[in-house]
Structure formats: C-alpha cells, structure tokens
C-alpha cells in the first residue's frame, strides 16, 4: 500500500495529481489524515481522506509520500505516525517520496546524508549532507524527491513507473498530454 499523508496545510496540486496518477496506474494507494480525516489545504481546498493516521498499518506498507506545502510539512514533521512510517520505510527497504518543502523532514531526520535529492527553493539548507541537484526530480535509492507544485505530475509518474513499471508509466504520461 502507497500512503499518501495529508496534513492540515498540505499543497493540494502535490497531493492530488499524485493520488490521481497512481489510481490512474491501478496502483493501491490510500490519503492518510494526520489530525483527522477532513484536511484543508494551504489553498482552502478540503479533502477528505481515506483513512486517518490511527488506522495506518506497516503490514502492506510499499511508500510513504510527502506533500509539502507550508505548514503542511511542518505538520506532517509534529506527527510521530508519519515519522515512524518514514523510519520503517528506511529500515525495510521501502521507498519515502517528498516533494516541495517535505524533503526537509527527511534532512532533519539525516536521512539524506551522501543522498542526491531536490527541493523547493530555499529549503536547501535543510536537506542536511544532501547533494542537492538542479533536476525537477531526483531518485536516489528507495528515495525520490521534488521541487514543488508545477513537478507534481513528473513527481507522480516517477513513482508510478516504480511501482507499475516504466510501460504503464508512458501511457498515463500520453494519456495526460504531459511532453
């Protein structure tokens, strides 16, 4: 199972081109609340999630994914469910995937050190031991990483081409008239 964690203040194009992109490659994936299942994001849109944060279970876990958005991330940061999903993600061998400011969470806890990884600009700072790289999106390992809203679609095939393959990947590609 690919979770998606939403929390209040979360950048909804990252979130939901994602979930959709997956859906779209017939991948499981579920939106997790952190705080409850009705979640506002930092543009005013609410979203409400599949399950909340209680009901997430490490038994079928494949991914963790981070949007960011602010204070989304900082939200997603104060849940200590979402850190031990990031924590058993490493230690399984499981992929983590954050975009935008979210990378940041993944600095603070040293998971980026002799990594290559992306950010929103200006979060460069927090990608502690990173090799921050120029790309829209960076895969290092179990690890892949965005720069913000206008990758969340290249974002979103990435993991899909990770999970259904590269063929799946180009036709929802095609399909959605991304060059």
């Not at 409400?48 to 997430?56: N, P, S």
């Not at 079928?60 to 958005?69: F, H, I, K, N, S």
């Not at 989304?72 to 999903?85: D, M």
């Not at 230690?91 to 050190?113: D, R």
């Amino acid at each position: 199972m690919i979770y998606v964690f939403l929390a209040d203040g979360f950048e909804e194009i990252e979130a939901l081109a994602v979930v959709d992109i997956l859906r779209r490659a017939e991948l499981d994936v579920l939106t997790v609340g952190v705080g409850g299942k009705l979640i506002k994001g930092a543009h005013g849109i609410s979203v409400e999630a599949d399950i909340t944060q209680k009901e997430v279970t490490t038994d079928d876990m494949t991914a963790a994914v981070l949007p960011g958005g602010m204070p989304g991330t900082l939200n997603l940061e104060k849940s200590p469910i979402v850190l031990s999903s990031i924590d058993y993600c490493i230690e399984s061998g499981q992929y983590v995937c954050a975009i935008c400011a979210a990378p940041s969470i993944l600095g603070h806890a040293g998971l980026l050190e002799g990594k290559r990884a992306v950010c929103f600009p200006g979060f460069e700072d927090q990608l502690k031991g990173a090799d921050v790289t120029d790309k829209f999106v960076e895969e290092d390992g179990k690890l892949i990483t965005a720069k913000g809203p206008g990758c969340a679609i290249e974002f979103g095939l990435k993991i899909a081409e990770i999970f259904a393959g590269r063929t799946k990947a180009d036709a929802i590609r095609m399909s959605l008239q991304c060059p």
